[in-house]
C-alpha cells in the first residue's frame, strides 16, 4: 500500500467570504446523518424559552441572557460552593507544606541532614512527601469532583444546552 501525504491535510479552508469549510458540519452529532441517510425527516429542534419564534409579543433572549441566568441560579452557585470548599482549603494546605518544606531546607539543613534509615535523611523523605502530597490531592480532588459535582455540573450543561438551542449568539 502506498502512503501519500495530502499537502492540504490539517489546513483550514475557507469556503467563501468569513466561512469555514467544515466536513462535519452538515453531519448530524447524533448519528452522522442517519437521518437523511435514511430518507426520513429530521426531527424539529425545539427553540429555547422566550425566543423570538415565540411569538411576536415575547422579547428575544440571547445566549448572554441565559448564561447570565444560568450563573446566577441557585444550583451553579451550589457547585461553585463546593468547588471552593475543597480548593480553597487544599490549596492552602499544599502550599504551607511546599513553603515549609523550602524554608526547612533553606534554614535547617542540619535538621534535613539528619540520617532516618542507612544514607535515607529527612530531606529525601520529605522530598518525596512532596511527591505523595501532589498524588494524594490529585485523587482527592478528582474523587470530590466526582462525587459532590459533576453531576450536578452535567445537569446545568445539559440544561444549558437545552435552553440555548436555536438561539442566536
Known amino acids: 500500500m502506498?502512503?501519500?501525504?495530502?499537502?492540504?491535510?490539517?489546513?483550514?479552508?475557507?469556503?467563501?467570504?468569513?466561512?469555514?469549510?467544515?466536513?462535519?458540519?452538515?453531519?448530524?452529532?447524533s448519528g452522522w446523518a442517519g437521518w437523511e441517510a435514511a430518507g426520513e425527516p429530521a426531527?424539529?429542534?425545539?427553540?429555547?424559552?422566550?425566543t423570538a419564534q415565540d411569538g411576536p409579543g415575547e422579547p428575544a433572549v440571547s445566549a448572554a441572557d441565559i448564561y447570565l441566568e444560568v450563573q446566577r441560579s441557585p444550583a451553579f452557585q451550589e457547585v461553585r460552593r463546593r468547588y471552593r470548599r475543597f480548593v480553597v482549603p487544599?490549596?492552602?494546605a499544599f502550599f504551607t507544606w511546599y513553603v515549609a518544606y523550602v524554608v526547612v531546607a533553606t534554614t535547617a539543613p542540619e535538621l534535613?541532614?539528619?540520617?532516618?534509615?542507612?544514607?535515607?535523611?529527612v530531606a529525601l523523605l520529605a522530598g518525596l512527601g512532596q511527591f505523595l502530597s501532589t498524588f494524594l490531592l490529585?485523587?482527592?480532588?478528582?474523587r470530590h469532583a466526582r462525587l459532590r459535582r459533576?453531576?450536578?455540573?452535567?445537569?446545568?450543561?445539559?440544561?444549558?444546552?437545552?435552553?440555548?438551542?436555536g438561539v442566536e449568539r
Do not use: F
Request: include cysteine; glycine fraction near 8%.
Open 43 to 50: 426531527p424539529p429542534v425545539p427553540h429555547a424559552r422566550g
Open 138 to 142: 490529585t485523587w482527592a480532588y478528582a
Open 2 to 29: 502506498d502512503k501519500r501525504e495530502d499537502p492540504d491535510a490539517g489546513k483550514v479552508r475557507l469556503s467563501g467570504p468569513g466561512e469555514l469549510d467544515d466536513p462535519w458540519q452538515d453531519a448530524l452529532a
Open 90 to 92: 487544599a490549596c492552602i
Open 112 to 121: 534535613m541532614a539528619r540520617p532516618v534509615a542507612g544514607s535515607v535523611n
Open 150 to 165: 459533576d453531576r450536578a455540573a452535567l445537569e446545568l450543561r445539559w440544561d444549558t444546552q437545552e435552553l440555548t438551542r
